[in-house]
């Protein structure tokens, strides 16, 4: 096994001179540099490289006008406030129809109290109202009896 010559992985490739002139470029941030250290054990330090995102396919908007879409949106509001009002206004009235139904309910009870005292039997009692009645004078603004 010692006798096998050495394999050479990597060709190297000489470096052509650039034919346009180099411009220097300052990017607008610097990258973050990295580190990275081959198998063979040497260090190689350069600057990350973002990928280049690619633009999104333009897709054609639809064409509705934004007139068109306010108005829309107005009418869905004014739908929405309409039903609100629409619900306030009946639970309103069915707590006018509670009130109502309170007070007839209270006049029938203070009647039938009422209809009770003055036509209801008395018993052990006379029937009727007696009242003394004197001869009263007023002379010179004095009232006598």
Known sequence: MTDQKPTHVH???????????VVPFQP????????????????????ALTPVKEPEPHRPR???SP????????????????????LLTTFIAAVAALIQQLVILSAVVSG?????QVLGTHHGRDRGTVVNIRRAVFKRNNFHC
Do not use: E, H, K, W
């Open 112 to 116: 039938g109290f009422i209809a009770i």
């Open 62 to 64: 639809p064409a509705i």
């Open 28 to 47: 607008p941030s610097l990258p973050d540099v990295q580190t990275v250290q081959l198998p063979d054990g040497r260090l190689i330090t350069g600057y």
């Open 11 to 21: 060709n190297p490739i000489p470096l052509t001179q650039p034919t346009a002139p």
């Open 67 to 86: 007139l068109a879409v306010n108005i829309a949106l107005g009418g869905i509001g004014f739908a929405t406030a309409c039903g609100g009002l629409m």
